[in-house]
């Protein structure tokens, strides 16, 4: 066991000499040099001075190799020193302890410089630690000053930012931002340098940034800051917001392909009620014109009768063009637009077009008056009244009282609207998660109507929900933000 820790030490000292070797090479040039010096003036120096002289040659060797080479100034410094005293270190007690204090002070300046080098390692495999992690980060990191000169940039800010880290160091930080924003980057950091207690980069916000060759981005930005309280320093976190706007438009573009799909869907599943409706008019339309025909094919035709009988005729065409027109806006692909509409008005075109063919329905409306316009899409709406009123009629299928109540009403900031039928209500067991997406009380139904609904209520600020009412039927409400005066102002 003792040999097994000998040969290991000693090829661990073998490493060490083969690792430090030109430490040892200078610490030993330089303590043979001290003790020619040391020959040179040893009549001005008594015997127990004589280890001064080595002592430079015993700080170079711990500064450049640590204990190793240390040591071998001290053996190569006593054995030197017994040599030029002529045996009187080991005989002579006060050139003993010279000698005994000599190896110890060696002994601890090469540990002292040991545990200096091995520190520094070990910081600076901290810190390229901590480089390497933040260039791993896929959001951007640079410092800069209370001036606005970078100081330091990261390789993923290299990436998304397109300066290199040795270009944009000593730059103004708001060459990163748009000319736009130059003048606010520069009043902020005006601030701060005026008053050490202002922040004005606190929180984190949607900017644009701008790359080096002058493209622009949506960022969102996050600046803290660091450093001592003479040396004001601002480390600012980006992330490129390019690859989530794509997907959020691209998200968005789905959901409006399938709200089109939903309203394409419903007109479909009424294809023959929007039929029959049609035909009524034009029927009626046709018959006013043939009755005109005749009355004018008399020798005294009644002029009046005619041209009652052709207004009569105008308005039934009028009627069919009017359900044609909110069936074509109805189902028309567009994108999404908000624009300030009367809210009672896009609820009753959406009834009617959702009651089409319903004669035997007795519809009822509880409207307050004097709403003030809200702001929203009104296709988008209209798709959730038509959705809740279908779904009304269909609750209320065979029933012997049909009756369905549209309400409208303010509650202080929100438009309440509601659709109440007295159907057989809904089962408890689904009531709680109707809502739900392929959640449905309709033996044939996709459950993603009143989900599609939700999302588009939802996406106005507001709510939808089934509220709880005894006895029969079911009442589903929903809300939209009142539009503030200043907001109609501004529209109009």
């Known amino acids: 066991m003792p040999s097994g820790l000998f040969t290991m030490a000693s090829k661990r000292t073998a490493a060490s000499v083969l690792r430090n070797g030109p430490a040892y090479l200078v610490a030993f040039v330089a303590a043979i040099a001290c003790l020619a010096a040391e020959r040179a003036v040893e009549p001005m120096f008594v015997e127990r001075s004589a280890f001064l002289m080595v002592m430079p040659a015993l700080l170079i060797g711990a500064v450049l190799g640590g204990v ?84 330091s940039f990261s390789a993923s800010a290299v990436r998304m930012f397109g300066w290199s880290a040795e270009d944009i160091t ?20 005006e601030a701060v340098e005026t008053n050490a207690g202002y922040d004005g980069f606190g929180g984190t916000r949607l900017l644009l940034g701008q790359r080096h060759d002058g493209t622009g981005f949506q960022m969102e930005l996050s600046v803290c800051r660091n450093g001592s309280t003479t040396v004001r320093l601002f480390t600012g976190f980006a992330r490129d917001l390019t690859d989530r706007m794509v997907e959020q438009e691209r998200i968005r573009a789905l959901e409006a392909e399938l709200m089109h799909m939903a309203r394409l869907t419903a007109m479909g599943q ?81 009834a009617a077009l959702a009651m089409a063919g319903s004669y035997d329905i007795d519809l009822r409306w509880e409207v307050e008056p004097r709403l003030d316009p809200v702001l929203i899409d009104r296709i988008q709406i209209q798709q959730v009244v038509v959705n809740l009123v279908r779904n009304a009629r269909e609750a209320m299928a065979g029933a012997a009282d049909r009756r369905l109540v549209i309400g409208l009403r303010r509650e202080g900031p929100l438009i309440v609207v509601s659709v109440s039928d007295s ?40 709510g939808l929900w089934l509220d709880p009412s005894e006895g029969p039927g079911a009442t589903f409400r929903f809300t939209l933000a009142a539009t503030a005066e200043e907001a109609v102002f501004e529209a109009a």
């Open 270 to 350: 009424m294809t023959t009620t929007l039929a029959h409706e049609l035909n009524q008019p034009l029927a009626a339309a046709t018959n006013f014109m043939m009755a005109s025909e005749r009355l004018l094919s008399r020798p005294s035709p009644d002029i009046p009768m005619i041209v009652e009988a052709l207004r009569s005729g105008v308005e039934q065409t009028m009627r069919a063009g009017d359900i044609i027109r909110r069936l074509r806006v109805f189902i028309t692909k567009r994108e999404p637009h908000r624009s300030l509409e009367d809210i009672a008005e896009v609820l009753r075109e959406a």
């Open 68 to 151: 190793g080479p240390a040591l071998l100034v001290v053996v190569l410094g006593l054995i030197g020193n017994q040599i030029l005293t002529n045996g009187s270190l080991t005989t002579n007690p006060a050139n003993l302890i010279s000698a005994i204090t000599f190896s110890l002070l060696g002994v601890f300046c090469g540990l002292a410089s040991d545990a200096l080098r091995r520190g520094r390692s070990e910081q600076r495999e901290s810190v390229e630690g901590l480089r390497a992690l933040l260039d791993a980060v896929p959001d951007a990191m640079f410092q800069f000053d209370a001036r606005g000169v970078i100081r």
């Open 170 to 189: 000593g730059r103004p930080v708001w060459d990163l931002f748009p000319e736009s924003s130059h003048a606010p980057i520069r009043d902020c950091l």
């Open 423 to 462: 159907g057989p209500g809904v089962e408890p067991a689904i009531a709680s998660h109707l809502l739900d997406a392929f959640v449905t009380s309709k033996p044939h139904g996709l459950g993603v109507g009143l989900s599609i609904s939700r999302n588009i209520v939802e996406s106005h600020g507001g």
